[in-house]
């Protein structure tokens, strides 16, 4: 069971970067998926979440209207296209997938993590 992120990097305030995450070893579309991210001396955050069908998407409110998630449930990939960047959206992002039943904007839901991918937005 493994999830690989990808796309991070440095972008300037006001760009864009696409995030993905491909995952192998268990039924990709069997699972609800979220983004967490971990910012320098934070607690990990969660940022959005989308069920297993893909019709429904839930976001932190700091990042709504910014992010979108989605998934390609035939590639095994989940996405988090990131518009608008700021420099407070800087932090480690982490792909999970959902594997025991509840709210999936909660972190005890995900019970598989990818490594994470830095993304680092400067001012």
């Known amino acids: 069971v493994q999830l690989v992120e990808s796309g991070g990097g440095l972008v300037q305030a006001g760009g864009s970067l696409r995030l993905s995450c491909v995952a192998s070893?268990?039924?990709?579309?069997?699972?609800?998926m979220g983004w967490f991210r971990q910012a320098p001396g934070k607690e990990r955050e969660w940022v959005s979440a989308?069920?297993?069908?893909?019709?429904?998407?839930y976001y932190v409110d700091s990042v709504k209207g910014r992010f979108t998630i989605s998934r390609d449930n035939g590639k095994n990939t989940l996405y988090l296209q990131m518009n608008s960047l700021k420099p407070e959206d800087t932090a480690v992002y982490y792909c999970?997938?959902?594997?025991?039943?509840?709210?999936?904007?909660?972190?005890?839901?995900?019970?598989?993590w990818g490594q994470g991918t830095q993304v680092t937005v400067s001012s």
């Open positions: 070893g268990f039924t990709f579309r069997n699972y609800p």
């Open positions: 999970a997938a959902g594997g025991t039943p509840g709210d999936i904007r909660l972190s005890q839901v995900y019970n598989t």
């Open positions: 989308i069920n297993i069908g893909g019709d429904n998407t």
